[in-house]
C-alpha cells in the first residue's frame, strides 16, 4: 500500500518516476465515514489480496464485472493484476485505484470496496464522440474513466455514493497537480439494468449523455453471456 511519505520520497530521489507517475490526487482521500487509500501492488500473501480477493469472488459484487466472479485465489490474482496494470492510451499513464475503508470505528477500519479512476483503456468500448461532454476530446482536457464495487453487506448505507464524491473533491482540488492539463472529464459507462449505479453516478453529479448497444463477440456480465446489451455513458467535469 502507497503512503504519502513514500510516496514523496520516491519523487524526490528517482525522477523516472515522475515520467512514469505524475500524481494528480492524494495517496489517502477520508471522507466521514470512509477511507480510500491508493493501491498500486497487492502482493499475494498480503492483507490488501485478501480483501480484493473477498471482493472479486463475491456473486453480488461482481455481477457487472466483465467475466462476472472469481473462481479461485488464482483467478483473483489475474484480475488484481489486470486492474493494477494499466493499457492506457495516455502518457502518463493515470490509474488511481483505491481500497474503500469504513472508519466509523477508528480503531477498526474495515474493508468495503473499491474506487478506480484511470486512463479509458485501449481495447475498451469505442463510444462515439457525441457520448461525452461538450470539449471532453479538446487539448489540455484529461479523460478518465471511474470503475467501482462495494460488498453486499454494505449496500444501500450511502458508502459508494460518499466515496466517489470524496474523490471527484479531491480531483477538483488538485488544479496545480493536473497540470499539464487544465480540466478533468470522468466517464461512467453503467450497464442499463444496474439502477443502483446509475443513482450514484446521478447523486454525485453525472449528466447522463446517452445509451451504447454493444453488439459483438459475445461477453458473460450480469449473470449470463450477452452478444448485444446496452450500457448507459454518463459524464462529470470538473469546475473551471
Ligand atoms: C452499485 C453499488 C456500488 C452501489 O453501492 P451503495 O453503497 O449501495 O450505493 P449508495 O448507497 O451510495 O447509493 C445507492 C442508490 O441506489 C438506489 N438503489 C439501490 N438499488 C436500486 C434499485 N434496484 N433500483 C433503483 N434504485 C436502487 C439506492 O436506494 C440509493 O439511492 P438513494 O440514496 O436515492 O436511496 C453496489 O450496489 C455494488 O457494488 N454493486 C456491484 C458492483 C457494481 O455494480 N459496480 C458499478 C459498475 S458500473
Not at 482540488?173 to 439494468?193: C, D, G, M, R
Amino acid at each position: 500500500m502507497y503512503d504519502r511519505h513514500v510516496f514523496l520520497l520516491q519523487l524526490s530521489f528517482d525522477t523516472t518516476f515522475i515520467m512514469l507517475d505524475t500524481t494528480i490526487i492524494d495517496a489517502v482521500i477520508t471522507t466521514p465515514r470512509l477511507k480510500l487509500t491508493r493501491l498500486t501492488r497487492a502482493d499475494r500473501d498480503s492483507e490488501e489480496f485478501a480483501w480484493l480477493h473477498s471482493l472479486y469472488s463475491d456473486e453480488q459484487a461482481s455481477f457487472w464485472s466483465l467475466g462476472g466472479k472469481t473462481n479461485s485465489l488464482d483467478e483473483s490474482a489475474a484480475k488484481v493484476k489486470r486492474v493494477l496494470s494499466s493499457n492506457s492510451q495516455t502518457s502518463p499513464s493515470y490509474q488511481y485505484f483505491h481500497l474503500v475503508h469504513d472508519i466509523e470505528d477508528r480503531n477498526n477500519p474495515v474493508f468495503v470496496g473499491t474506487m478506480n479512476l484511470k486512463a479509458v483503456e485501449n481495447g475498451g468500448l469505442i463510444l462515439p464522440a457525441q457520448l461525452s461532454l461538450t470539449g471532453a476530446s479538446e487539448p489540455g482536457v484529461l479523460s478518465l474513466e471511474v470503475g467501482y464495487g462495494f460488498l453486499p453487506a454494505v449496500w444501500g448505507k450511502g458508502y459508494a455514493t460518499e466515496a466517489l464524491d470524496g474523490l471527484l473533491s479531491a480531483c477538483s482540488k488538485a488544479k496545480e497537480a493536473l497540470k499539464p492539463y487544465t480540466k478533468l472529464y470522468v466517464q461512467a459507462v453503467v450497464n442499463h439494468s444496474n439502477l443502483a449505479s446509475q443513482r450514484v453516478v446521478e447523486k454525485c453529479g453525472f449528466t447522463y449523455l446517452g445509451d451504447f448497444v454493444y453488439e459483438g463477440e459475445p461477453v458473460f456480465i450480469g449473470g449470463k453471456w450477452r452478444e448485444k446489451d446496452t450500457v448507459q455513458v454518463w459524464g462529470w467535469r470538473s469546475c473551471e
